[in-house]
């Protein structure tokens, strides 16, 4: 849905990147995904905004039309120094660290995500929040 929607979709992860590579890939994303970052691709992990930054920069995209999906509060903390807006999800590896760092936009499934962007709501609403 989310490429059908024309979204460009990457990964950023605190992972090595090659074991990430091949985690998408073993899961059939691989083609969902015009890149994927590891922790060992920048000098810097998240929460550093570095990662971020350099994905907009090769999508072509603009911080106010952007949103990181994470399960943890250091998702959250990155997209909040990168400028950009952050759903947490509350399924995953850590959501319980969430209420450390409250996301813009909370979400059960990617069902309800999907809606909202393809929707065109979800970035919308959390500006005007």
Do not use: W
């Amino acid at each position: 849905a989310f490429l059908a929607g024309g979204l460009k979709m990457s990964v950023l992860t605190n992972k090595p990147v090659r074991f990430s590579q091949l985690l998408v890939e073993g899961l059939g994303l691989g083609g969902h995904f015009f890149r994927v970052y590891g922790g060992n691709s920048f000098e810097q992990k998240k929460p550093d905004p570095t990662g971020v930054k350099k994905l907009l920069e090769e999508a072509g995209a603009k911080a106010g039309r952007a949103l990181m999906v994470g399960d943890s509060d250091v998702d959250i903390l990155t997209a909040r120094n990168a400028g950009i807006l952050a759903c947490g999800v509350t399924y995953g590896f850590q959501p319980e660290t969430l209420s450390a760092a409250p996301p813009d936009i909370l979400v059960n499934d990617l069902r309800q995500l999907a809606a909202m962007l393809l929707g065109g709501s979800a970035t919308e609403q959390a500006r005007k929040a």
